[in-house]
């Protein structure tokens, strides 16, 4: 209800919780005490789970399901969970929507304004990775766990911001475009295709000096991250630019 939740015992009990609003069944009580409390002894372990989902359901009356055996998320209360909602609006486009590659081609099929309409929401749910500011290092599977679904989620999100750059190359609406292309380089600023997509969209929008600029920034940052330098595509587009061969309609 608008209301920030305060009182969670420790970043286990907020993990835990995370962990369980992300699984669609029920979680047997044995893997979460071995999840959590690993090499401790089982009675230990389900005794500091017992605790904790005390915790939680004190903070959050009805939020989950509890058995001698298992616990789960309860969806039939009512509740959003920015995950599914990110997971909503984008689905249907990811399945149909075309490639949207890294390149600097400016003639791709545009989604359909609908589906850009979804994907900006999505974007707009997408504030850090998942769970982020959780780390639990006596927790080594859980931990796991965590970076297999951070990546999972950014490879997502991703996705969903070369889509929307395509479609804004494609309508000759570079601001938008640049926008979500700075959001990719902060995820990344080693991804070298996204640096020529800022080039190109620098270009495009008559900032040929910043166009310029990127490149170097691309050329240190590949030089400083993985000491390598810009490959023969990006120093070709690079020469373009400067040679003033890019217009607003190349």
């Not at 420790?10 to 669609?24: D, F, G, I, R, T």
């Not at 230990?44 to 915790?55: I, M, W």
């Not at 979500?180 to 902060?186: D, E, F, I, K, Q």
């Not at 990344?188 to 920034?217: F, K």
Request: hydrophobic share 40%; proline share 6%; charged share 25%.
């Amino acid at each position: 209800d608008g209301r920030l939740v305060r009182g969670f015992e420790s970043h286990k009990a907020l993990a835990l919780l995370c962990y369980l609003a992300v699984q669609v069944h029920p979680v047997p009580r044995s893997h979460l005490a071995d999840l959590f409390w690993e090499g401790k002894p089982e009675a230990r372990g389900r005794g500091n789970l017992s605790r904790v989902l005390h915790n939680i359901a004190t903070l959050l009356p009805g939020c989950l399901q509890a058995d001698r055996d298992s616990v789960q998320f309860n969806r039939g209360n009512a509740y959003w969970l920015d995950v599914e909602a990110f997971e909503e609006t984008v689905k249907r486009g990811l399945v149909s929507a075309p490639h949207a590659g890294g390149g600097t081609e400016r003639r791709r099929p545009p989604p359909d304004p609908l589906l850009v309409n979804a994907l900006t929401l999505a974007v707009d749910l997408y504030r850090d990775d998942f769970m982020a500011g959780i780390y639990l290092d006596d927790c080594p599977e859980f931990e796991v766990w965590l970076v297999t679904q951070r990546e999972r989620w950014r490879q997502r999100f991703d996705r969903v911001l070369q889509l929307l750059i395509a479609h804004y190359i494609c309508r000759g609406e570079y601001e938008p475009g640049l926008r979500y292309a700075s959001r990719l380089l902060a995820l990344d600023p080693w991804r070298e295709e996204v640096h020529r997509q800022m080039m190109l969209l620098l270009t495009l929008s008559g900032q040929r000096s910043a166009a310029l600029v990127q490149y170097e920034i691309c050329r240190r940052t590949l030089a400083k991250e993985l000491g390598v330098t810009p490959t023969a595509e990006t120093v070709a587009l690079y020469e373009r630019i400067r040679a003033e061969e890019i217009g607003k309609r190349p």
